[in-house]
Every structure is written in C-alpha cells, then in structure tokens.
C-alpha cells in the first residue's frame, strides 16, 4: 500500500493526515514513512503538507528560498512580521512601538 502525498502510513495499514508542521511527499509505503518536519521556525497552515512549500516562516521571521530548501530568519530589533504568509522582509514597529529581546520573535510592546 503507498500513501499518496499529504498523507502519512499508519501502523494498521491505513493512510492519516500529515501532522501539523510536517509535510510528506507522495510515495510513502506502509514500510517506510518519508514524512519530514518542516524546516526551523516555520510552520504549516494545516494538517495534510505534500512538500516544502506548504511550510510558512512563524511569526516573528522572515521567509528564504535557498537551494537547498526554505530558511526562515528571526527579524531584527523593533521589526516584525505577521508570518504565516512567506513574508521576504520584516516591518519596522510602528511608532511607539518596540520589539521586546526578552519575548519570543514577533511578539511587540507600547513603549
């Protein structure tokens, strides 16, 4: 039995979902699952991934293609991105607004 891609084999034989902030090409085998995590610091919109290209930058970094897959890059001090749309560049916080280095990436305060 082979998966198609988005799906992953299950231990009884069946084919489930890819889970979440992992993709899983077509062609995987009750024998050997080829599913694969999604590079750092990004993630998938749903369940169900069929390659890298389903894998967004988390919010907080910016999005790469490399030729060797996708890279997502923190943003710099008091820039930002929403992520979750393969965002190339971070925007600068807005006035009176600052990113705080003791808070994960994205996050933002009033100052």
Same mark, same amino acid.
């Given at each position: ?13 069946? @084919? ?6 992992? *993709? #899983?090409?077509?062609? &995987?085998?009750? *024998? ?5 995590? #999604? ?10 991934? !069929?390659?890298?290209?389903? @894998? *967004? ?7 790469? !293609? ?18 979750? !749309?393969? &965002? ?24």
């Amino acid at each position: 039995m082979q998966c198609p891609a988005g799906f992953f084999p299950t231990s009884d034989g069946k @084919c489930s979902l890819c889970k979440d902030n992992m *993709f #899983c090409p077509q062609g &995987q085998s009750a *024998f050997k699952s080829t599913a694969r995590p #999604c590079p750092a610091n990004t993630v998938t919109l749903r369940r169900g991934a !069929k390659s890298i290209n389903d @894998c *967004f930058n988390s919010p907080g970094y910016s999005y790469r !293609k490399t030729s060797d897959g996708i890279r997502a890059l923190p943003c710099g001090v008091n820039t930002w991105t929403t992520g979750l !749309k393969k &965002q190339t560049t971070c925007t600068a916080c807005p006035t009176g607004f600052k990113t705080d280095p003791e808070t994960v990436p994205g996050s933002h305060t009033n100052s």
